[in-house]
C-alpha cells in the first residue's frame, strides 16, 4: 500500500514496476497510514494493452505535458509514452505504459490523487506547505506569486513548494478539522521529507505579486466545524536586498500570530 498525499494506493503487480518507478514510489509515497487518516484504497493496473485508443494525434504528442480529459465518466491521460483511464468514484483505473520513462507513473499518481481525493473530501492545493511550530500553513497564489521562494528560504519543515493535500482529520482528536500533508510531488526545489504525519491546517494564505515585500492580512473565524481561515494576502517575497533573509520567516510567524489571534492584524 502506498499512500500518496493522504490517499491510499494499491499498485497490481507490484512485479511489474522497474526500478526507477520503485525509486520514484519511496520518494513520493509513504507506507501505512496516519492516525486521522481513512480511505479505501484506489487500485491502479498496470497492463500490457492500451485502455482506450482514440485517432487523434493531438493526444498522443511527445515533448509536452499529458493531455487529460472527462470522458464517459472516467479520467483520461495521454501521452506519446503512456495511456491511463481512471474511474475516481470506482476507485480504480488502469495504466499502459508505452516505454521505461518514469514519468509515466508520476503523472498517472498525480491524477489520481487531484481527481480521487475530493471524494475523500480533501483537496489537492497548487501551494507551498509549510510546518512552524507543527502547524501547518499552505501558501497559495500564481504562478511567480513566490511559492517556491518562501519554501525554499523557509526555516521551517517544507512539505512541498508545489502540491499539498488538505485531507479531512477523521480522529476527532486533532485541532482542527482539517489536516495538511505533503503530496510528494515538488517544483522547482526538493527536500528530504521531513514528516510521515499530517499536520493541522491553520491557515491558507494567499500570496499576490508585488514590487516589494509589502503585506496585508486579515482572519475569518469559521469555528471547530469550518474550513481553516484565509488568513489574508502578502506580496511576493522579495531577494535578501528587499526585505532581508528574515522575511519568510517573519511572515509565516505572523500569519501564525493571525490564527491565534482571530481578527488580528499585521
Not at 24 to 39: D, F, K, M, W, Y
Amino acid at each position: 500500500m502506498h499512500l500518496v498525499g493522504g490517499l491510499p494506493i494499491e499498485i497490481e503487480p507490484e512485479e511489474a514496476l522497474i526500478p526507477d518507478e520503485r525509486k520514484a514510489l519511496a520518494r513520493i509515497s509513504r507506507q501505512g497510514v496516519g492516525p486521522g487518516e481513512r480511505a479505501l484504497p484506489f487500485r491502479l493496473r498496470l497492463v500490457a494493452e492500451p485502455p482506450w485508443a482514440s485517432a487523434d494525434p493531438a493526444l498522443f504528442a511527445d515533448g509536452g505535458p499529458a493531455a487529460i480529459d472527462w470522458v464517459d465518466e472516467r479520467v483520461r491521460v495521454s501521452h506519446a509514452r503512456f495511456v491511463a483511464e481512471l474511474d475516481p468514484v470506482d476507485r480504480s483505473g488502469r495504466l499502459f505504459r508505452r516505454s521505461r520513462w518514469v514519468g509515466a507513473l508520476e503523472v498517472t499518481l498525480r491524477t489520481v490523487l487531484c481527481s480521487r481525493l475530493p471524494f475523500e473530501g480533501g483537496l489537492p492545493l497548487h501551494a507551498a506547505g509549510i510546518v512552524p511550530d507543527g502547524r501547518g500553513i499552505a501558501f497559495f497564489g500564481v504562478s511567480g506569486a513566490g511559492k517556491s521562494t518562501l519554501a525554499g528560504l523557509s526555516p521551517h519543515p517544507v512539505l512541498s513548494d508545489e502540491l499539498v493535500a488538505v485531507v479531512a482529520d477523521h480522529s476527532g482528536t486533532g485541532p482542527a478539522p482539517f489536516a495538511l500533508t505533503a503530496s510528494g510531488f515538488w517544483g522547482t526545489g526538493e527536500q528530504d521529507r521531513t514528516s510521515e504525519q499530517p499536520w493541522p491546517l491553520v491557515a491558507l494564505v494567499e500570496l499576490a505579486k508585488g514590487a516589494r515585500g509589502d503585506r496585508e492580512a486579515r482572519s475569518r473565524d469559521h469555528g471547530t466545524a469550518g474550513p481553516a481561515p484565509l488568513v489574508g494576502r502578502s506580496g511576493r517575497p522579495g531577494p535578501s536586498g528587499a526585505g532581508g533573509p528574515g522575511l519568510p520567516h517573519g511572515l509565516v510567524a505572523r500569519a501564525g500570530s493571525l490564527v491565534r489571534s482571530p481578527g488580528g492584524t499585521v
